[in-house]
C-alpha cells in the first residue's frame, strides 16, 4: 500500500468519526441541559447506536492495515506527519486494546454501581455500596493490565492514567504530590493561623436574572465570543462543545452568587482551549486538546489565577455592584476575602485552592494502590480516614457520604482522572508564572477586565499545538520547565501567606 | 432465505436507522433554536454524515434482498405484517429510486436557489431568481418522472405528492379543489358583506414572558406534558422530536398576541400526533404518522376547530387577562371576532381560514401544470396575477416579493407538498363534525378547557394506527367517509355565516 494514500484513507476516517463524535457531543449536551424527563430511553438509545458506529469505523480491519503502512514513514512536505500518526495510533490503540466483552461487562457493573451510589450514598450504606463495587474495581484492574500490555506504561494504573493524563508518568506525578505532601500541611497551618475569621457573609438575595447577567459580562470580558457558544444552566456545570460551538453551563444559588462565577471562569477556560484549537488539524487527533492535565490547567487559570486575583475582583465588584444592588454591601476587598477564605472540609468540591491538592493526594494514593493490586476496597475506608486526619485534620471515621463515597469518578471505574486535578493547579500556576514574567503589568490589565495579553499567550504556546507535542514537551516550551509543584507553592504562598494578589 | 429472519433483519435494519435519525432530528432542533451562528458549518457537515450513513444503510443490497424474499409471503402470528411490509417497501422505494448524482446536483441547486431567493425576494428580483429556478423544476421533474416509474403515479406530479401525501390521489385532492372553487369565492364575498369592519384593535404591549406563561397555561390544557416536551423560540414555529420529547416552537411578539397562542396550538397538534405513534411499533415504518394530509389535520384541528372556538376562547380570555392585564380591554367576544375575522391579502402565511384554500389552490394548480410539463416557469407571474385576481380579488401585478416568490417551498424543489394544508383543513373539519357527532356536549368541555375527550377520540381513530392503514382508509374508518370538501365548507359557513361557535 503507499504509505500517501493510507494517511489520507486514515485522515478522512478520523474525520468521519469526527463528524459523528460532534452528533454525540451536542446529544449528551442537550440530554443534560433541555431534555425533558422521558426522552431519555431513545436518547441513550441513539446516543450509543452513534457511539457504536464510532467503534466500529474506528476498529475496522483497514485502519489497522492503513496505520501499520505508515510503520517507520516520514512523509516529505508533512512536518506535522510523524506527531499525526502518533496520535492516531493513540486514539486507536485505547480503542482496540480491550475485547468488547470486558468493555460490554464494565458498562454494566459501571451503570449498577452509579445507579445504587446514588441512594447509598445518601444512606451511608458502605456495605450496599461495595457489593456493587468489587466488580468494578475488579474490571478496572482487568483494563489496566490489559491497556498496560498495549502501552509503555510501568505499571496497570500508569496506563490507566494514559487515558486522562496521557504523557505524564506516575514518577511525574509522584514527585509533585511527594514536593505537596512535604509543604501543603505546614503551609495550610500557617494559613490558618494567619487569616482569622471572616468579617463578612456572602449570605444574601441575590436574584437568578441578575447573576445571570452578570456572568454574562464577565464571560465577555474573559474573550467568551456568544456568536461561537452559549451559557446555560444544568445541575452539574460542565463545557463541551468544538471550534465554533461551545457549551458552557453553570448553576445559580440565589443565596450566595461566587461560586457561580468562579464556576463560569473555570468553564470558559475549558471552553477557550477547546474553541482554539488548530483549525488546520480540525477532526484529526493531532487537532485535540492534549490531555486532561493541560485542559484543568486552562480552566484553573482562568478561575484561580484571573478570576480570584484581587486586581480582577476589582474589575468583577463594579459589574457586581452595578447589576444586583442586594451585593453592594461587598466591596472588592470583601468579595476577595471571601472568594480566598481556606477552611478544611471533608468535601473535594467544596475544598479552597489550598485543601484541594490534599484530598485530590488521598484519592490518587488510594486509586493507584487499589489498581495496582497493592491494596483492597475494604481498606478504602480506614485508609480514608488515616489520610483525612493527617493531611487535612478532618475527622470522617463512620461518615461515608462525606467520606469515600463522596464521589461519582470511581463508581464507573474512571480510575485515573483525579490527579490531573492537582496536575492541572500545578501547571496553571507554572503557566501563569511565566505570563506574569513576559507582562510585568498583568495586574493592570486585570485591573480593567483585559485578559486578551493572555489568551494571545496560551495561543500561541498551548492552544494553537493540539496534540502536535507531548504534554511535557508542551510545559518545556511553554515554561522551560517539565511540570512541578514550585509554582503552584508560590502562588499559594504569595497569595494566602503575603496577600500579594 | 427464511421469510421470518428476512422480516425480523428489516425490523433490526429499521429501528438502527429510526436512532441514527433520532440525532438527525434534535441536531436540527438544535440548530433551529439553541445553536450560535458559526456552529453551522460543523453541524451541517455532522448532519450531511449521518444522513449519509442512514441512506447507506436503508439502500445497502441486503435490504433488497430482505424485501424481495417477503414478496408475497404472509407470517402467521403478524397481523400487521403486510402493512408493516407494505410501509417499509415504500420507504425503501422513496429512497432507492432516484440516482445518487441525480439527488446531488438537487441539492447543489436547491441552495443556491433557497439562499438567491432571500435577497432576491427582498429585491423583488423575479429575473435573478429565475436563473436559479430553472434548473430546480428541469431537475424536479426528471424526479418525479424517476418517481412515477417506480410507483403506481398516474402522473409525474402525483408521484411527488406521494413523499407528502402518500394515499391521496390528484383525483381526490383535484375533486376537493374543484369543490372550494365552486363555492369559496362566493361565500368570501357572502362572509366580507355580513362581517363589516373590526371595531376593536389587538394593538398593544404585551410582555413576552407574560406570553410565554399564558401559551404554556394553554399547552397544559391541550394535553402537552412537559415531562415529554418543551416549548422554546425561534424565527420560524416549527414542531419536531419524537414520542417521550416533543419539541414545539413559537415566535411572540410585543404587540400582538393571537398569532403566537394559535401557532402554539397548532404546533401543539402536530405534537400530539407524533407523541402519541403505537408505542409497539416504534422505530418501524407502520410506526410512523401517517402523511401530511393527516398530520397537517390534526395541527389545525387543535388550531383552527379548538383554539379559535367561542367555548375555548371563553376560556383562555380569562387566562390571558390574569396573566397580561394589558389585554384586559379584548374580552372573550372581541378576541374571537379578532381571531376570526377575514380579510383577502397577498400573502399566504397571514391568511385567514377562508381564504386560505384559495392560496392553496392557486399554488396547487400552478405546481402540477408546471411539473406535469404543462407550463414553463416563465409563465408563472401572469397565471399567479390572474389567479390571485380570479379567485381573491386581490392584484399582486409586478410585486414578486409578495406574489410568486413569497414562499421558500419551491426553492429547492418541494413540489407537491401545498395541497397538504387544505386537504389537511378539510380532514380537520371532517374528523372534528365526527367528533362533535360523538359529543354533542363539545362545548361544555371546551369552555373549561377540558379536550381530552378530543385526545382519547384521535388517540383511538388516528394516532393509535401509526400506518397500520392508508390515508383514505383511515379517514373512511375515522368519519365514515373519504376526504372531501364538505364538512369544510359547513364549518366556514357554520362559523363566519351563522357565527355559531
Known amino acids: 500500500m503507499q504509505s500517501n494514500s493510507a494517511y489520507d484513507n486514515l485522515c478522512e476516517r478520523f474525520k468521519e468519526l469526527d463528524r459523528i463524535n460532534h452528533a454525540i457531543t451536542y446529544l449528551n449536551w442537550d440530554q443534560m441541559v433541555m431534555m425533558p424527563a422521558q426522552g431519555s430511553q431513545s436518547r441513550s438509545e441513539s446516543i450509543a447506536e452513534l457511539a457504536g458506529i464510532s467503534h466500529g469505523k474506528l476498529t475496522a480491519p483497514e485502519v489497522a492495515d492503513w496505520l501499520a503502512a505508515l510503520d517507520g514513514v516520514v512523509l516529505e512536505g508533512h512536518q506535522e506527519f510523524t506527531a499525526s500518526v502518533r496520535e492516531m495510533k493513540r486514539v486507536w490503540s485505547n480503542a482496540n486494546c480491550l475485547p468488547a466483552e470486558l468493555v460490554k461487562e464494565q458498562i454494566v457493573a459501571g451503570s449498577a454501581c452509579e445507579m445504587g451510589w446514588r441512594t447509598q450514598r445518601r444512606n451511608n450504606d458502605w456495605k450496599g455500596f461495595v457489593k456493587n463495587f468489587k466488580p468494578v474495581v475488579e474490571l478496572s484492574r482487568q483494563e489496566a493490565q490489559l491497556r498496560q500490555s498495549a502501552s509503555s506504561a510501568t505499571t ?168 444586583m444592588p442586594s451585593a453592594k454591601h461587598l466591596g472588592a476587598d470583601e468579595l476577595w476575602a471571601l472568594g480566598t477564605h481556606v477552611e478544611p472540609g471533608k468535601i473535594r468540591v467544596e475544598a479552597d485552592e489550598v485543601t484541594y491538592p490534599l484530598h485530590v493526594m488521598l484519592r490518587y494514593e488510594i486509586e493507584s494502590d487499589l489498581i495496582n493490586g497493592k491494596i483492597e476496597v475494604d481498606d478504602i475506608p480506614e485508609l480514608w480516614n488515616e489520610k483525612m486526619q493527617a493531611l487535612l485534620g478532618v475527622d470522617t471515621k463512620g461518615d461515608y457520604t462525606n467520606g469515600c463515597m463522596q464521589d461519582i469518578h470511581w463508581t464507573d471505574g474512571a480510575f485515573g482522572y483525579f490527579p490531573s486535578y492537582t496536575i492541572g493547579a500545578a501547571n496553571a500556576a507554572q503557566i501563569f508564572a511565566k505570563i506574569k514574567q513576559d507582562h510585568p503589568d498583568w495586574q493592570e490589565h486585570l485591573k480593567t477586565g483585559d485578559v486578551q495579553f493572555i489568551r494571545n499567550w496560551l495561543q500561541e504556546k498551548i492552544w494553537s499545538k493540539g496534540c502536535a507535542f507531548q504534554s511535557q514537551e508542551l510545559m518545556q516550551s511553554a515554561t522551560a520547565a517539565g511540570s512541578s509543584a514550585d509554582a503552584l507553592i508560590e502562588h499559594l504562598e504569595a497569595r494566602y501567606i503575603r496577600s500579594e494578589y
Open 156 to 323: 496497570p494504573y500508569e496506563a490507566m492514567l494514559g487515558l486522562h493524563c496521557h504523557g505524564d508518568t506516575e514518577a511525574m506525578i509522584d514527585s509533585v504530590f511527594s514536593q505537596l505532601r512535604t509543604v501543603l500541611p505546614d503551609l495550610l497551618q500557617r494559613v490558618m493561623d494567619k487569616q482569622g475569621s471572616l468579617s463578612v457573609s456572602e449570605k444574601g438575595q441575590y436574584p437568578i436574572d441578575q447573576q445571570l447577567q452578570i456572568n454574562k459580562q464577565m464571560l465577555d470580558a474573559l474573550g467568551f465570543d456568544f456568536t461561537a457558544g452559549r451559557l446555560d444552566q444544568s445541575m452539574h456545570p460542565f463545557s463541551t462543545g468544538s471550534a465554533g460551538d461551545s457549551r458552557i453551563t453553570t448553576r445559580y444559588n440565589e443565596g450566595a452568587f461566587l461560586e457561580a462565577l468562579a464556576g463560569t471562569a473555570h468553564e470558559a477556560g475549558h471552553a477557550s482551549y477547546e474553541g482554539s484549537l488548530p483549525e488546520q488539524w480540525r477532526g484529526l487527533p493531532i487537532g485535540e486538546s492534549r490531555n486532561m492535565c493541560i485542559h484543568e490547567s486552562q480552566s484553573l487559570l482562568f478561575e484561580k489565577q484571573v478570576f480570584y486575583s484581587k486586581a480582577f475582583m476589582g474589575f468583577m465588584a463594579d459589574k457586581i455592584h452595578l447589576s
